[in-house]
């Protein structure tokens, strides 16, 4: 069966106040969200602005009633010299530059295709479908965050590997009922009720290049990885910094090319598998 790689990432519906709109209060965050998805697909094309940009969705298939598969598309308008009788000409050519995109409904999974010939940046992909989604749940109260779900073998590995560590950031996002250890969700809980923040973001340094990275602190990195955030971790050695980010360490899964029944199946299958194991951990 032939496959496409995905890069794995998790959308989060967030309240922007303690308020709620009159309207939707039988409606859960998780079931708006749907809805919009929903209404993507039967659109068949939506086109919306971004950055002054023109940004298009098509809808692609359907894997099944969780599974929506779109083309996002980009306008990529460039000027072309060519040949006249006399004179050399000046034209204007445009191309759309398309990735694939499925999102799953039922764990807010968003994965995006790895095609470098189109999108080398993954997160002008990430960022036009936030500010669109965005756009959308802003009248019911919420915001829209997609965040990428790192590997956290990388991060140890990189540990083991580096002794003089000087430097740790750890960026949160808004805790999620349905993620994460407790330990780490109730306290971004206490944040987020006291100052309605969607992120958290933590530095540790050493400037002895003697930074400890302990048992506590691996606790936050799996929530990262589980939940979705951002780490970036850095060590000195015979004077070079060596430094690991999370989104170069971002989980990737490979899905069908093409959608019979077998294939829905199988994709279901490998989707349900990273969501067990996330909650395992």
Request: with cysteine; glycine share 4%; net charge positive.
């Amino acid at each position: 069966m032939e496959t496409d790689l995905f890069y794995v990432y998790r959308c989060f519906i967030i309240p922007t106040s303690h308020q709620y709109n009159i309207y939707d209060n039988k409606l859960s965050k998780e079931n708006l969200f749907n809805q919009e998805i929903i209404r993507l697909s039967n659109s068949n094309k939506t086109v919306f602005q971004y950055w002054k940009n023109r940004h298009i969705i098509f809808f692609d298939q359907i894997g099944n009633d969780r599974l929506f598969t779109f083309r996002y598309a980009k306008p990529i308008v460039r000027t072309k010299k060519v040949e006249g009788d006399q004179a050399i000409h000046e034209i204007i050519d445009a191309e759309l530059k398309t990735v694939k995109v499925i999102i799953d409904i039922k764990w807010q999974y968003f994965l995006v295709e790895k095609n470098t010939r189109e999108f080398n940046n993954r997160e002008q992909v990430i960022n036009a479908w936030e500010s669109y989604l965005s756009q959308r749940l802003r009248f019911h109260g919420y915001t829209i965050k997609i965040s990428e779900l790192p590997e956290k073998k990388d991060f140890w590995e990189f540990v083991s590997k580096h002794e003089n560590i000087n430097r740790l950031s750890l960026s949160f996002n808004a805790p999620n009922i349905l993620f994460g250890n407790m330990e780490t969700r109730e306290a971004l809980k206490q944040i987020k009720n006291d100052c309605n923040n969607d992120e958290v973001s933590i530095m540790l340094k050493s400037r002895e290049n003697m930074l400890v990275i302990s048992e506590k602190i691996g606790k936050y990195v799996d929530y990262i990885s589980d939940v979705g955030g951002k780490y970036l971790i850095a060590a000195k050695s015979s004077g070079k910094t060596y430094i690991l980010k999370s989104h170069e360490a971002i989980k990737t899964m490979r899905m069908p090319k093409s959608f019979d029944s077998h294939a829905k199946d199988k994709l279901i299958n490998i989707i349900d598998e990273l969501h067990k194991d996330d909650k395992g951990r």
